[in-house]
């Protein structure tokens, strides 16, 4: 099992900074892929940024440019520094984490991770969530 814990969610003004973290813990390694998504209200859960074991990163169209994901391997946290805040930016923001697939290595592990996280069927481990408002 993989537990995921957010902080660092809160009330900010167009235009401020905040910085989430999401502290991993279990059965989770370097391997794993994690990602931020955020659900606004009313909204469908949407993905903001992912990082693969090689820390290649993908962002959402509305998250690049003003938001950066990052990793600690060694402390098993996972980060998402977020700057120019919206207000369309309020939402529930989740940490997630998924494992490549058994067996698989190098870009193979990579590419099935990833699946894993952000497919279609996909059943990553969820953290509880962080609420980030921003006021204009």
């Known amino acids: 099992q993989v537990q995921l814990e957010e902080s660092g969610g809160g009330s900010v003004q167009a235009g401020g900074s905040l910085r989430l973290s999401c502290a991993a813990s279990?059965?989770?390694?370097?391997?794993?892929?994690m990602g931020w998504f955020r659900q606004g209200p009313g909204k469908e859960r949407e993905r903001v940024a992912s990082?693969?074991?090689?820390?290649?990163?993908m962002y959402a169209d509305s998250a690049k440019g003003r938001f950066t994901i990052s990793k600690d391997n060694t402390k098993n946290i996972l980060y998402l520094q977020m700057n120019s805040l919206k207000p369309e930016d309020t939402a529930m923001y989740f940490c997630?984490?998924?494992?490549?697939?058994?067996?698989?290595?190098?870009?193979?592990?990579?590419?099935?991770?990833?699946?894993?996280?952000?497919?279609?069927?996909?059943?990553?481990?969820w953290g509880q969530g962080t609420q980030v408002t921003v006021s204009a």
């Open positions: 279990g059965r989770i390694d370097s391997s794993y892929c």
């Open positions: 997630a984490a998924a494992s490549p697939p058994p067996g698989r290595t190098g870009a193979e592990a990579s590419i099935g991770c990833l699946f894993n996280l952000l497919g279609p069927a996909a059943s990553p481990y």
């Open positions: 990082i693969d074991s090689d820390s290649d990163i």
